[in-house]
């Protein structure tokens, strides 16, 4: 552990990974202009002051450290060839970023590996006849991309249609580019991957929402994915990451396309904005895990899962310039933000990156709902146009409904009404539906298939007679189901029980006694107090008052008899 | 936010709060020795280099910042008293620092607000008649306490018997001393209390392990502790910390007597040992909270509650004197486990705090299992013998049963064995046990009421006939219980499924169809799924196959004819 880790670059990313080596005694030096963000963290004076790209500082910080790594690609790659032969270690290899920060060496890459991505042509001069060769092969629209120096979406240029020819000849002018298949994505996911001496493994998938090229949300885990599709992205991940040399965190940025289909978009060989959130989700941050992977230290495979949903929204300087202060005064006031601002000092670029917030909740439609009011203050500050991904249901002040009360029909109301009551009194989020399995089919089917989506965790269903709607509840999600077999007209309920309760093998409906709406609200209230304490507490709150009350009759029975008892009860 | 804190130590305690600082952009200056714990973690040079307790230098601090406050109560209150008249704010208030640095003023202080705590009495030279009259009055044994610079336990001197006098009356020779009432407690309780400007909010109630006096492990929550009796201590520690002047953190130590009752052992004007898990399980950490708190900003009271139980197990210097180094192998290996070091150097005072780990896991039961390896390896290195507040349950490798499956009789298990199955498949941990409700009774209210405390999250109950085994077992817990009707010897299962269904209101059980215990491990499942996406993945996975297998079946129907499908199935 004795060990002096140097850092090529100061900015956010060093800096939060000098707070994981703090956290572990390990000294870290950068490299970097003089007070850089990851500097002001450390308390030594030993840094070298001076460009990351500047190989004469390189050497320097290489003299002073055992190992050396970078927060960024855009270094001098050549001087770390010669320093590694002569013995310096630097991870991920020289080789790794030589590759990645040229774009289209990078993706040549990762295509000689099997790596499923996007279509790349190389470009020469990039002349408007050039292009419409390109556009004979990839059609229109398709992505012109520097193959250098290009970050947070700079150096892209769509190319819509051939009137963008022009325009596209003019990018291509001072500056080395490649031509890209458009990769028509309904949503951009993420991986952060960790290459150890002995594999990769990874975080899990999340999704990023950019706007105007740049990170803006990051859901972690990703929402609205299958379980299937979410460890395809991490194998995809890993797959790709096992194709470079070193170790070290890579940023696995991926396209999901309308068919569930994965492409890689590009990767970061270091620690990654979408993966600011395993500070607070993960037992091991990507910070920590890119220290231990570099310095061959062990990595709890279990210690990358997360312990709670996060959702993490980017500080950026304003359109205008302005101060981020409000910005600030905002997330110190959001219930479950943690802040982590970056000593950027005042805010005067556009779009910089100037610090960060993670909410986090038991479950993503609570952090969604939590971070809402940081991002309209986000859309307002910033002047851009809200982002179309945030959810609609997110907004607005009401508390995400944790249990749907389902009736087929207005007339099992009167059944349900105590349980809703128990429901009122325990202060549990519900929301009640009439939505009958036979007569609005199509509408039961999508409430409850979409239910567990927006944070619904229990279904209690009421019917009678034929009974099949909580049957047809369970059939559609995997929540549980509470059934509550209503007393319907002729046959004392015996037939709604056993519709109810004989259910196939497979799909599960908890049933409660027949017309016992009570019994389905304390039965939901055990089920979220497997994980709510405070819900628990308050069913064990119940069962002591209800153990009171039946001692308090016992004691009256006790002082009187039996017949002034029935009396009094009347 | 553009202000200057100055901070009195800057030892562990002091860098964290600096770690806090630093994510909010706000400027920490150190007085302590050069390269104190907390200097190198701040990237500046104007920190003070002296004492904590020297005046000239608590000065210069002062001249430097806009707030001062202290991570220790051992300071010159003389001179903070002499700034504050002149206008420097230091938080707490220096009279209540200067009334903690004293226990028995700190106890006066208590006792004239009407706190809860153990009787003392002030001691004039402590001799053997003085000491006799204390047992008079207290009877044996009694404590015998310095008044000040006492902290981990140094300080403390028990007195047991008349044999003890005379040591008693030496232990006072060279210091002010109290007696105190002897306190028989079950556990040690703390709390962490947040003085705002506005009132005082507080973290939840944990529980703290000592042994040779210096905290060596904090559970939090606090285990086996009723939700009213942890709601009281959080009550005691906010009344105890409002009788107090200032803003900041408050560490409130607490003892629980045999019948419940709260009594305050001491308090710390200051972050403290018992709140370093907030760092992991909360929004807000206890060192972000006291910074927040010092500078009048907002602190969202929901941003003091867990996101997953937590144990803390401390790094102290072993008692020869060894490196740490193997604890430190340990912990970087062991799952789920954060790391702090304090950057102290070698270790070579026994007992001192070199840094702390923090276990997190979904459940408690699962955390403690989590963190004793590394318990083990603490007592092996300190030399001493095992806490016995160790519950041996969290010893070896074994899983953490998250499910009971429960029968009446053997003659049930046949009818559980597919659910079982399920389990199996699924890979959630369970254990089965055969405990009558009407042949044993008491075991089965044992085994059912502290089921919960374990890590078990649902049971699964299964009984034919009389069939009362599902409701008793609801009776006796808060968790969900699941009803599996057996079909017994006579009326076809129906007197099962009544005695299950129709339970009283008040005591919910999930019942499903007769015989059917694969719904009831598929219902378990969704329950846990709940809250633990991996268990929903697989209920959504056994959908999935289910689905794909009654297509199946329909398309080869639809290839043949049904006569050669019935054929084929023979």
């Known amino acids: ?42 308390g030594t004076s030993n840094h070298i002051v001076g460009s990351f790209k500047d190989s004469h500082a390189i050497r320097q910080l290489a003299a002073e450290c055992d190992v050396l790594t970078a927060e960024i690609e855009h270094i001098d790659t050549l001087v770390l060839e010669e320093l590694t032969q002569s013995g310096v270690i630097f991870e991920p290899h020289w080789r790794t970023v030589a590759t990645i920060q040229d774009k289209f060496d990078q993706k040549q890459h990762l295509k000689s590996a099997g790596i499923a991505l996007a279509d790349s042509i190389s470009l020469d001069s990039g002349s408007v006849d050039e292009l419409k060769r390109v556009a004979e092969v990839f059609d229109f629209p398709f992505m012109l991309k520097s193959r250098r120096e290009a970050y947070d979406g700079r150096g892209n240029l769509p190319i819509m249609s051939k009137d963008d020819l022009d325009h596209g000849s003019d990018f291509c002018k001072d500056r080395k580019v490649y031509a890209e298949r458009w990769a028509p994505f309904k949503a951009e996911l993420a991986v952060m991957a960790v290459k150890t001496k002995d594999g990769v493994l990874s975080f899990p998938t999340v999704e ?16 609205n994915l299958s379980r299937a599709t979410a460890d395809k992205a991490q194998q995809l991940a890993r797959k790709a990451v096992a194709a470079f040399e070193g170790k070290g965190v890579f940023g696995v940025e991926m396209f999901l396309l309308e068919n569930d289909q994965l492409l890689i978009n590009e990767i970061a060989p270091r620690p990654h904005n979408s993966g600011h959130y395993t500070i607070e989700s993960c037992p091991i941050s990507q910070y920590d895990a890119h220290l231990r992977a570099i310095l061959d230290l062990p990595i709890p495979p279990s210690s990358l899962e997360m312990r709670e949903p996060a959702v993490m929204l980017n500080i950026l300087g304003s359109a205008t310039g302005g101060s981020i202060d409000p910005f600030i005064t905002a997330a110190l006031s959001n219930p479950r933000t943690s802040i982590h601002l970056y000593g950027k000092g005042p805010a005067t670029t556009p779009g910089r990156k100037m610090g960060h917030v993670t909410v986090t909740a038991e479950t993503m439609a609570e952090a969604e709902q939590l971070i809402q009011p940081l991002i309209d203050v986000f859309d307002k500050h910033s ?8 959810p609609s249901r997110a907004k607005g002040g009401k508390e995400v409904p944790q249990i749907a009360v389902i009736m087929g029909s207005d007339s099992d109301l009167p059944t349900l009404a105590p349980g809703l009551t128990i429901l009122d009194t325990f202060a549990i989020p519900y929301t009640v539906r009439i939505t009958s399995a036979h007569r609005t089919p199509e509408v039961m089917a999508s409430f409850v298939s979409t239910a567990a989506s927006t944070g619904i965790r229990v279904i209690i269903a009421a019917a009678g007679g034929a ?23 002729s046959l004392d309920g015996q037939d709604s029980l056993y519709s109810i309760v004989q259910m196939p093998r497979g799909v599960p409906v908890a049933t409660v006694a027949i017309g016992n709406s009570v019994n389905a609200a304390l039965l939901a209230a055990r089920i979220l107090g497997v994980s709510d304490l405070r819900v628990r507490g308050l069913v064990e709150e119940y069962a002591r008052k209800a153990n009171e009350e039946v001692r308090e009759k016992d004691k009256r029975l006790r002082e009187g008899n039996w017949k002034s008892y029935m009396e009094k009860k009347g």
């Open 1 to 42: 552990m004795n060990k002096t880790v140097g850092v090529l670059g100061g900015g956010q990313l060093g800096r939060m990974f000098a707070e994981a080596a703090n956290r572990l005694n390990i000294k870290v030096l950068i490299l970097d202009k003089e007070n850089a963000p990851a500097k002001q963290i450390l």
């Open 208 to 223: 990023t929402v950019h706007e105007n090229s740049i990170c803006k949300l990051v859901y972690a885990p990703a929402r």
């Open 383 to 390: 002047g851009r146009k809200p982002a179309s991904a945030t």
């Open 467 to 489: 009974a099949h709607l909580p049957g047809m509840a369970a059939a559609y999600t995997s929540l549980p189901v509470i059934g509550v077999p209503v007393k319907a007209s």
